[in-house]
């Protein structure tokens, strides 16, 4: 069998038209959806992120506000540029693009954003309110797996589904994500126990390790007719790539997202839907 393409390019489009509506009627009541980015050092990946964040608010109307620190920042000099966004009313989100130089703490960092202004996510009061199925801003690429899911009609409910990632940004907020719409979860990682059978037995794969290194997902560990979702990104024999080889795992798949063009421009699109959810709620909206 050949499954069908997860198209991330297709799915973030019809995102980004709904935030570009959305956008509009928040400016017709006079709000102004506004990104502010901090961009520490000179990372050329970061920066392309930062471009690529920028680019795609420009296409539905969000205003970006560029702060580009250089890399010898102190941690109290980048505390005092997040307050100054926090009571900024004219900035409704504050994106901190990871990682980090290495003097500086993220957790510090990002914990400095207010809730309301976390486009990421990843505040302690957003992340505990993920886990009683409460939060109106979510981790960017867990959400998009799942409007990815909803798109295809991919059923969550009473499937089985294993993460191999446990990150803040993608494994842990996922598994709640998946948790509220009734799937049975396994978080696997590098310490887990024969791997390989955890997947066998999985209806859904979601793969995230992004270290061909170490860990490449391929066909004999994917049963017939599941789905794989990859959320890895890497460089592999000089191109982008995620855990598994599309052409092989589609062969084998019900449904699988590719590396390039699966999960990453959903992530994108994420970005855009707290973006103006913030803005929204800033004025007591509901959208």
Do not use: W
């Not at 017709?28 to 000179?42: E, R």
């Not at 205003?63 to 109290?76: C, E, F």
């Not at 009609?153 to 990150?167: A, T």
């Not at 799937?183 to 126990?193: G, I, M, N, Q, R």
């Amino acid at each position: 069998m050949t499954g069908t393409k997860i198209d991330g390019l297709e799915v973030a489009k019809n995102i980004k038209e709904k935030v570009s509506k959305i956008t509009s009627d928040l400016k017709s009541k006079g709000i102004n959806p506004c990104l502010a980015t901090i961009l520490v050092g000179d990372n050329p990946a970061s920066a392309t992120y930062v471009r690529n964040k920028h680019r795609a608010c420009e296409e539905v109307g969000i205003l970006t506000k560029d702060h580009t620190p250089s890399a010898d920042i102190t941690q109290d000099e980048l505390n005092e540029l997040i307050e100054k966004l926090n009571v900024d009313e004219t900035v409704h989100g504050i994106l901190v693009q990871l990682p980090l130089p290495s003097h500086l703490n993220e957790f510090k960092t990002t914990t400095q954003i207010l809730p309301e202004k976390d486009v990421d996510g990843l505040t302690p009061p957003n992340v505990g309110l993920l886990s009683i199925g409460k939060a109106m801003l979510v981790a960017c690429t867990p959400s998009g797996i799942i409007e990815m899911c909803k798109h295809y009609n991919i059923e969550l409910e009473g499937k089985n589904v294993v993460i191999i990632n446990r990150s803040n940004l993608v494994g842990k907020p996922l598994y709640h994500l998946l948790l509220q719409n009734n799937a049975t979860v396994t978080t696997c990682h590098s310490k887990t126990k024969d791997l390989k059978k955890v997947c066998l037995d999985s209806d859904i794969i979601i793969t995230g390790v992004g270290n061909r290194e170490i860990f490449k997902l391929t066909p004999d560990m994917v049963k017939e007719g599941a789905v794989v979702i990859d959320v890895a990104t890497t460089r592999h024999e000089g191109k982008l790539a995620g855990d598994a080889d599309f052409a092989e795992i589609i062969e084998k798949a019900s449904y699988a997202s590719p590396v390039p063009g699966g999960v990453g421009p959903m992530t994108v699109a994420m970005l855009l839907k707290n973006t103006v959810t913030a803005a929204a709620i800033s004025k007591g909206i509901d959208i």
